[in-house]
């Protein structure tokens, strides 16, 4: 039991889970679970209650039970005592306070990012004004390899993104040059298709390789199909990285099909491949607030700690890249402009700080409330708070996915505004083609860049 | 695809624009985009979220129904508001009590309910929702079941085709719906069908006819598309997912 004695009024709150979903600032999904505060002053004084609770609570009251969920028994078996011994005496409030001293800088944050569980990282997001949210996430610098190295201080990347409705080739290569054309592409080729067949998923993947062996490109390309088709293709298609969309608690994961042992064989099959060998991430997880209750299975969890539960199973996997679509879902559990605002900035700074190489889908449907200014937003606010890569499609508009995400233009807008450069590996190559000139702005139209263009016809 | 190629073999940027309808190739000032190209995109973005706030006129529907010589009942959710609608989605998945009353009157163990709703488009329900029933009711005749009245719904999501179905204890529901509108069209109606319809039918047991506009599927291929699974639904007594392997 948790209790704030205000005033003019007690508030109880049953347990660990009540508390940290009364303590959540507000967003329709956590209404729609009928999981959330009823009023401003109880959410204010779940979040003093909660600000009181020692995070060794954290080890001892869960919020799915061990023997039900084996996310649970995830964060619980894998939790690290040694790391956790530099913050073992804190409270809620208190590691607040030591994230965002001067003295707590990111050598410390990654000695101590095993000790810390998701729900502890939830709890004091819940807790962080949304310029805590970045001043403590821009310290954090979690740096992954594949054929580029992403995540670096100084650095800003894109996955591009050249969806098509018919998962056509031509169309989906007239996408991605247009982007690479553009700077975009340095933390991956990510394609959504709208088929989860075999022979396209091997279609698309064969004409990206081709593209990368025939222009040098320090590139690495992923078909976003499901992690067991991916498996099964792996000695016919050239398969770099291996994708899943995966959630926060068990129901939900099954729901999706989705196992942790067989991501497990899933990942030990695509890194026998050994494509890259200076790598050993081969992951790429999608994750966002409210797949849990979207799928039934939020166990009375609020969305946030259920995103932040899905990044216990992401870190287990060690990823190369791990992003929040966090306004695809939808407004009935993210409004407006606002609540996907902030949920974007919890989502990467509870990921950095679990150690996780965390970019961001800057999106929105048309049914939410919410335009490119709420985009523009977001998107600089990352960027301030070092988010390793945003989400690339030509003209903000997923002709496929039907929603609006950043573009290749807001991603040179951001390298512009902060002086960001792509990834290294990737900066050289675009210098080398012409698209940047020697200073790194975007001049793509000499004879090496049309060579690129030429490629289509 | 045949290509056009430009004064020398070499393609130009904006040749790109031949492959996809995707948004490549725009014109720029400085890293940004251009004036014409930021407001038409704007323009395409207000007439999406147009569409999804925009109130329907169903009698309007129903009178053109009725010069068609099709009968049709009006309905309501659960939702009562475009905003509880859009914020609850379960809201939109029952008739309200009143709605309920009504369809009582229709029982028939071998009829096929349509319902049109609203969806997140209603604008695309009030453009084409008469034409494409007209089109569905003419191709369905050589089913030889009888179809209930029309029943036109507000604020309905595709699950309401359960309910209904359940309560007019209809062999086959079909849901036209205005689907979420995105850039390319706001105009743009999806068809769910479902076998033995009942308040626990799932995603699992639907099939699904998308993409019906004026640039994608026309009205009479989505119709006839109906109709041949509705065929195969009552040849082997299952819909959804597991009727692709039939």
């Not at chain 2, 639907?206 to 004026?214: A, F, L, M």
Request: proline share 3%.
């Amino acid at each position: 039991m948790y209790r704030t004695q205000l005033s003019n009024h007690v508030y109880n709150f049953d347990s660990l889970r009540t508390l940290l979903a009364k303590a959540s600032p507000l967003r329709s999904g956590d209404l729609l679970a009928g999981v959330c505060a009823n009023s401003y002053e109880e959410r204010i004084a779940a979040q003093i209650a909660l600000s009181n609770v020692p995070l060794k609570n954290f080890l001892n009251e869960v919020v799915i039970d061990y023997e039900k969920d084996d996310i649970t028994r995830l964060i619980i078996d894998s939790h690290d005592a040694i790391a956790f011994a530099t913050i073992s005496h804190l409270t809620v409030g208190g590691f607040r306070d030591w994230l965002l001293s001067t003295e707590v800088t990111n050598e410390i944050i990654h000695q101590t990012s095993m000790g810390i569980t998701p729900e502890m990282a939830a709890a004091v997001s819940k807790i962080m004004s949304l310029q805590d949210l970045i001043l403590v996430a821009q310290k954090i610098e979690v740096v992954t390899k594949f054929r580029t190295t992403v995540g670096l201080k100084g650095r800003f990347s894109t996955r591009l993104q050249p969806n098509h409705p018919n998962d056509d080739n031509k169309g989906i290569m007239a996408s991605t040059l247009d982007g690479l054309l553009f700077g975009c592409g340095d933390a991956m080729i990510g394609i959504n298709p709208v088929s989860e067949s075999e022979e396209i998923v091997t279609s698309i993947l064969s004409m990206l390789e081709e593209l990368r062996l025939k222009f040098e490109i320090p590139m690495q390309s992923c078909v976003l199909a499901h992690y067991t088709l991916t498996k099964n293709i792996i000695h016919k298609a050239p398969v770099d990285l291996i994708f899943q969309s995966i959630a926060g608690t068990q129901k939900a994961n099954e729901s999706f099909g989705v196992r942790l042992d067989e991501l497990q064989e899933a990942n030990d099959a695509v890194l026998s491949l050994n494509r890259n060998p200076l790598s050993k991430q081969v992951f790429y997880f999608e994750t966002g607030q409210g797949t849990a209750l979207s799928a039934n299975a939020n166990a009375m969890i609020d969305q946030q700690t259920c995103e932040t539960r899905a990044y216990a199973v992401a870190r287990k996997f060690n990823p190369f890249l791990v992003n929040s679509v966090v306004g695809f879902i939808g407004p009935e559990y993210l409004y407006n402009g606002k609540q996907i605002i902030r949920a974007g900035l919890e989502d990467h700074f509870c990921g950095k700080l679990l150690g996780l190489p965390m970019g961001v889908d800057v999106c929105y449907t048309n049914h939410a409330d919410c335009d490119q200014d709420d985009m523009d937003n977001l998107s600089t606010l990352l960027a301030a708070a070092n988010c390793n890569f945003i989400i690339a499609v030509p003209g903000s508009d997923d002709i496929m996915l039907q929603y609006q995400s950043t573009s290749y233009n807001d991603a040179a807008y951001v390298r512009k505004v902060f002086n960001r450069k792509p990834a290294p590996e990737f900066e050289l190559w675009l210098k080398k083609m012409g698209i940047f000139n020697s200073e790194g702005a975007l001049s793509y139209m000499n004879e090496d860049a049309k060579k690129l263009l030429n490629h289509l016809s | 695809m045949s290509i056009k190629k430009t004064e020398s073999t070499s393609l130009q940027r904006s040749d790109l624009k031949q492959f996809t309808n995707a948004r490549v190739a725009l014109r720029t000032s400085g890293v940004s985009l251009c004036t014409e190209e930021l407001l038409a995109f704007k323009l395409a973005h207000a007439c999406a979220v147009d569409a999804v706030w925009t109130e329907w006129d169903r009698t309007k529907i129903s009178y053109e129904l009725t010069l068609l010589g099709i009968e049709s009942i009006l309905l309501e959710s659960e939702a009562g508001s475009r905003m509880r609608y859009v914020k609850n989605p379960l809201s939109g998945c029952r008739v309200n009590e009143q709605s309920h009353q009504l369809i009582q009157l229709c029982k028939n163990k071998n009829a096929i309910s349509i319902i049109l709703a609203d969806g997140l488009s209603p604008i695309a329900a009030q453009e084409q929702g008469s034409k494409l029933i007209d089109c569905l009711v003419e191709e369905l005749r050589s089913l030889s079941m009888n179809i209930h009245p029309i029943f036109i719904c507000s604020n309905g999501r595709v699950a309401i085709g359960d309910s209904i179905g359940e309560t007019t204890k209809s062999k086959i529901a079909i849901v036209i719906i205005g689907e979420r509108p995105g850039l390319t069209t706001p105009q743009s109606l999806g068809m769910y069908i479902t076998l033995n319809p009942t308040a626990a039918s799932t995603n699992a047991n639907r099939n699904c006819i998308s993409n019906i506009h004026e640039e994608g599927l026309s009205i009479e291929q989505a119709s006839n598309e109906c109709k041949q699974l509705i065929e195969k639904m009552l040849k082997y007594n299952i819909s959804g997912y597991q009727l692709h392997s039939k």
